[in-house]
């Protein structure tokens, strides 16, 4: 994949293909004159070779030079270069092309490529005489830290000294030939994977000299995955150490280094300046929020549509759009993942493709300890409808177990939240509070998304969860409070190790944890409705059949109050009196429902006990 429109009107140059809309887009290294015909609306013709699919190919050299499949993105080198901007950050979800994209500019700027025009040749940037005089022109300095991902500090750190002596090595010429001092022979030979944290903070730049100093002309750093240590760090328990390493080496390399000429970030969150960028004054931030680069991570609905035709699924849009579309970059909806998209053309059956990364760890873990309240939220986005929410585009990990909204601003920064309107009020200091209303990206995060409840609930105590389902379809109360028993104690335990504990918040965590259970586990038999009135434990949840053959259930949660009762006995009373009292089985008496169908149960909780009554 890759970024700019590449799909233009005009007449079918030599190595291209063109659909049945009448639009073209590039093939690769195409010399044979073949022509294939599917049907009049699919392939109209191809000169050359047909594209090849392959997923997970990041290196741009490898997809030009094998004539892999690629949507031209090559405008994302234009706008960046005419943007101007020293240090650029730019945030996108997993899976959008960041990777690929640091690639291309990689192959485009750096001296390795002085002379491959092989690899621009058909592409948009290569229309323009300017730009075919800068490729292979600037020392590069391109590194990824995808790959630290542990979970003690020093490992992390022995890999980022790793990342930095394998540079030093690959460049070990061009450093040697500069060297002039003893001072600079000590610093060199102190650049292993044992370095002191002060020479690690130097290195990069001092690499960044040396390199200016051999090529007579200042650097281009190209960072990606800039926050995969963070995140790990944060998940792992070493955020403060992490953050005090990562900040002198991003100080020293991005701000007080007199060899770089412009520098690219890329990652999936923005962390926060006072966490990481305080000293990085001249950074330009490009989230998902911004206009800029809106089209150059990730496919435009114009372009999924074109290669659909090419590949034979003409007639599959509607659903395509329906599982993968969704993310929203700027103002420019209707953009999709790459990564789904490519596996869609390549297996021809729709499925989540999206792997597990350490983003989605960090995710299941807010989702499991967040409170009453971010679950109320959850299970509004599972049933399909929207929240208002606050988010912050930059994140502050070490804030995260604190402010209970920021989990919001994870989702959208990582893809599974898109934002459908913003709603401005001012304040009472005369400022302006934003608020967003947000949903799920598609189909696609959907099933993800239940899929995470549906591990992390289930984790440890499966077997006990299916087994209180059939046993509360089959009104078996005894068993029922046996299994719930066991989920509790292992549910409660797991909140034990929060920071901020609660005896009062654990059961509201738990039922709605609980419901939101029951909505993955029964969405094709029941529909589960909730009328929260929670607080300190009141919470209605009610089971709707799809068919008329089942029962219909009403579930009501309390927390024992000991002002009012004495034993969990008398709570569970309380709660089966409620349930008469204010008639909830008239609104399934009223869909038709046989009242000797309707089954009423109080839940009562206190502590890490819970009973159930009916």
């Known amino acids: 994949m890759s970024g700019g429109p590449a799909i233009k009107y005009q007449s079918i140059p030599e190595n291209h293909l063109i659909n049945g809309d009448g639009l073209w887009y590039t093939l690769f290294g195409c010399n044979d004159a073949t022509r294939r015909i599917v049907n009049k609306t699919r392939w109209i013709g191809v000169r050359g070779m047909e594209m090849k699919l392959a997923t997970g190919i990041q290196s741009f050299e490898k997809i030009r030079t094998e004539k892999l499949f690629f949507v ?136 960044s000299e040396f390199l200016s100093v051999h090529y007579q002309k200042k650097v281009i750093i190209l960072l990606d995955e800039y926050d995969t240590p963070l995140i790990e760090a944060y998940t792992h328990g070493y955020w403060k150490e992490m953050t005090e390493f990562m900040r002198g080496l991003f100080n020293a390399t ?59 699924y003409s007639d599959q849009k509607e659903e395509v759009k329906r599982w993968y579309d969704g993310f929203v970059f700027g103002k420019v909806k209707d953009i999709y993942n790459p990564w789904s998209i490519i596996n869609f053309l390549s297996e021809g059956e729709y499925d989540s493709y999206w792997v597990n990364t350490s983003s989605n760890a960090l995710l ?29 585009d930059e994140i502050v990990y070490n804030q995260l177990d604190d402010d209970e909204n920021a989990i919001w601003s994870l989702m959208v920064a990582s893809g599974y939240l898109k934002v459908l309107e913003r709603q401005e009020k001012r304040n009472f200091f005369g400022g302006i509070d934003r608020k967003y209303k947000l949903a799920l990206t598609n189909l696609e995060v959907y099933q993800m998304f239940g899929r995470f409840i549906y591990q992390w609930f289930h984790s440890k105590k499966q077997k006990e969860y299916n087994e209180f389902v059939k046993a509360l379809l089959e009104n078996r109360l005894s068993d029922m409070n046996v299994f719930l028993n066991e989920i509790a104690k292992v549910t409660f335990s797991s909140f034990d190790t929060g920071k901020n504990p609660s005896e009062h918040a654990e059961p509201e965590r738990f039922y709605h944890g609980f ?100």
């Open 72 to 207: 031209d993105k090559t405008n994302f080198i234009k706008e960046w270069w005419e943007s101007k901007d020293d240090i650029t950050l730019i945030t996108r979800p997993r899976r959008f092309g960041k990777t690929l994209n640091m690639s291309m500019l990689d192959c485009f700027f750096s001296l390795e490529y002085v002379g491959r025009s092989d690899l621009f040749e058909g592409l948009s940037i290569w229309e323009e005489e300017e730009y075919r005089q800068l490729q292979g022109t600037y020392p590069v300095i391109n590194m990824s830290f995808a790959e630290v991902k542990t979970a003690s500090f020093e490992a992390a750190k022995n890999m980022l000294c790793q990342i930095i002596a394998d540079l030093y090595t690959k460049y070990y010429g061009e450093i040697e030939s500069c060297i002039k001092t003893d001072a600079d022979r000590m610093f060199v030979k102190s650049v292993n994977l044992d370095m002191k944290d002060n020479i690690a903070a130097q290195s990069l730049r001092k690499l």
């Open 254 to 312: 991005f701000k007080s280094n007199p060899s770089l000429y412009r520098g690219v970030m890329t990652g999936i969150t923005r962390i926060s300046r006072e966490s990481m960028f305080s000293d990085l004054n001249n950074l330009r931030v490009v989230t998902t929020t911004s206009s800029l680069y809106s089209t150059a991570f990730g496919f435009t609905e114009e372009e999924v549509f074109a290669v659909l035709d090419t590949y034979g």
């Open 364 to 392: 299941n873990r807010l989702m499991q300890t967040g409170s009453g309240y971010v679950k109320e939220k959850l299970e509004d986005l599972v049933q399909g409808k929207s929240i208002l929410v606050p988010i912050d």
């Open 515 to 614: 419901v939101l259970g029951l909505l993955i586990e029964l969405w094709d038999q029941y529909e589960v409705l909730s009328n929260r009135e929670s607080g300190f434990g009141r919470y209605d949840v009610t089971l709707v059949p799809k068919k008329p053959e089942l029962n219909a259930y009403i579930l009501e949660f309390k927390v024992l109050d000991s002002r009012k009762e004495k034993t969990l006995e008398d709570t569970v009373k309380s709660a089966l009196r409620q349930i008469e009292e204010k008639e909830y089985s008239s609104s399934l008496i009223a869909r038709g429902i046989q009242e000797e169908r309707i089954f009423s149960y109080g839940f009562a909780f206190e502590g890490k006990k819970v009973l159930i009554g009916g």
